[in-house]
């Protein structure tokens, strides 16, 4: 067994680029916090405490008990990470019935494959935590504040696990994985001078 445990971010990161995951654990210390990746954390800050004021209503709820900057791991996926909002759905026969998922992020498109890769990681952890069934979630945009609604489907679950198990073998193995099929990722990646092959 080893001793990794990965972020849910890295799930996000890995659907991107796989390399650039492999980067950040086989060359420790190279990677640089850039000026977005500190804006991004400053504005997902703020946006929790808007949250708190605001109704449960842009997620179809009318009641809910929510915890913000949720710290999440399971020992068995052998991935951690913090979710910016879980709720805990009530039924009449039950005060905890389900949760739901919530993330906060900085683009007004619609949610790719890789955000939504994430967001199933995070419905794993907290079905885990809570022992709730999570079968739904939501993106909240900021600049537009809308809603996007997601369902974590079988599919979602499973390559959620397929991920996590890809990544361990490249990271513990020493592989590094291929580049992504298009090359648009590269132009401003901070990992350019290793990839000599590719760029
Ligand atoms: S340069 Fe391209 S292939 Fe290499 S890590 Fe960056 S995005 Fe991935």
């Known amino acids: 067994m080893d001793s990794y445990t990965f972020e849910v971010t890295d799930l996000k990161q890995w659907a991107y680029c796989p390399r ?7 060359l420790p210390d190279v990677r640089p916090v850039t000026t977005l990746m500190a804006t991004g ?6 946006e929790g405490a808007r949250e708190e004021r605001r109704s449960l209503r842009p997620y ?3 009641e809910g008990e929510r915890a913000f900057d949720l710290t999440l791991h399971s020992a068995q996926l052998g991935v951690r990470g913090r979710l910016d909002l879980a709720i ?5 026969a039950a005060p905890r019935a389900e949760a739901v998922v919530v993330e906060y992020k900085d683009s007004e498109r619609a949610a790719g494959t890789h955000f939504k890769l994430q967001l199933a990681a995070y419905a794993l952890l907290l079905e ?3 022992g709730l069934p999570v079968r739904r979630g939501f993106f909240y945009a900021i600049p537009t504040r809308q809603v996007e609604p997601v369902t974590i489907t079988a599919a979602l679950r499973r390559k959620v696990v397929q991920t996590v198990h890809a990544l361990r073998t490249a990271v513990v193995g020493e592989q590094m994985p291929e580049a992504p099929e298009s090359r ?3 132009v401003s990646c901070e990992f350019r001078r290793f990839c000599n092959d590719v760029v």
Do not use: F
């Open 88 to 92: 805990a759905v009530p039924t009449r």
């Open 41 to 46: 954390i400053a504005s997902h800050q703020d």
């Open 184 to 186: 648009r990722p590269c």
């Open 128 to 130: 885990e935590a809570w």
């Open 60 to 62: 179809g709820l009318t």
């Open 20 to 26: 650039v995951v492999y980067y950040r654990y086989c």
